[in-house]
């Protein structure tokens, strides 16, 4: 089981960034969540077997269509992983 943190910037708010994240996680069967930050990046918390994981922050990198993603800066974290994949 792999958790991260992942820090996403760029024009990422207001792009439905969050909800396709939550529909790419569901697919990849990943658990955790996404919220907006006050500095303008989203933060996702990214739990699930080491490949789902990796495939997701792939992902995160690209985003949605009118998303334009500067830099997506992973940590690894402690965090238990949740049940499922919420939107803050």
Not at 45 to 59: H, K, Q, R, T
Request: with cysteine; proline share 6%.
């Amino acid at each position: 089981m792999k958790s991260v943190v992942c820090i996403v910037s760029g024009r990422v708010q207001g792009v439905w960034y969050r909800g396709s994240a939550q529909e790419q996680a569901k697919k990849l069967g990943v658990t955790g969540h996404a919220r907006n930050s006050p500095d303008g990046t989203v933060e996702v918390l990214a739990c699930g077997d080491d490949a789902a994981v990796d495939a997701f922050i792939i992902w995160l990198h690209k985003g949605p269509m009118l998303a334009r993603v500067a830099t997506v800066q992973v940590t690894p974290c402690e965090t238990p992983a949740p049940a499922d994949f919420s939107v803050a």
